[in-house]
Nanobody, 115 residues
Framework: VQVVESGGGLVQPGGSLRLSCLAS??????????MGWYRQPPGKQRELVAN???????NYADSVKGRFTISRDNGKNTVFLQMNNLKPEDTAVYYC????????WGQGTQVTVAS
């Protein structure tokens, strides 16, 4: 399974970005896979941001609740992370994963929130 993130960039505080995660190459449809996003801020450990199960149950880190929304489009093998009201502390490399039995990671996409 290949996992590829896109959509990162530089944004001012209060702005928005939408990250996309395309999973491909599996005999399994992503319909059967749990997917999600982690992030790694500079000098810190990787932390969970949000995930979505194969049944579309979502879970969020407290720090992003009310600001970030995770969703999936199984027809496009894609998971999205809509990030609103971004703060400087959201600056990190964001990693997408797809999971069923094994976990597959993308290479990450940089999100920088700064004025």
């Amino acid at each position: 399974v290949q996992v590829v993130e896109s959509g990162g960039g530089l944004v001012q505080p209060g702005g928005s970005l939408r990250l996309s995660c395309l999973a491909s190459g599996s005999r399994m449809s992503i319909n059967d896979m749990d997917m999600g996003w982690y992030r790694q801020p500079p000098g810190k450990q990787r932390e969970l941001v949000a995930n979505i199960t194969s049944g579309s149950i979502t879970n969020y880190a407290d720090s992003v609740k009310g600001r970030f929304t995770i969703s999936r489009d199984n027809g496009k093998n894609t998971v999205f992370l809509q990030m609103n009201n971004l703060k400087p502390e959201d600056t990190a490399v964001y990693y997408c994963y797809a999971q069923r039995r094994s976990t597959y990671w993308g290479q990450g996409t940089q999100v920088t929130v700064a004025s």
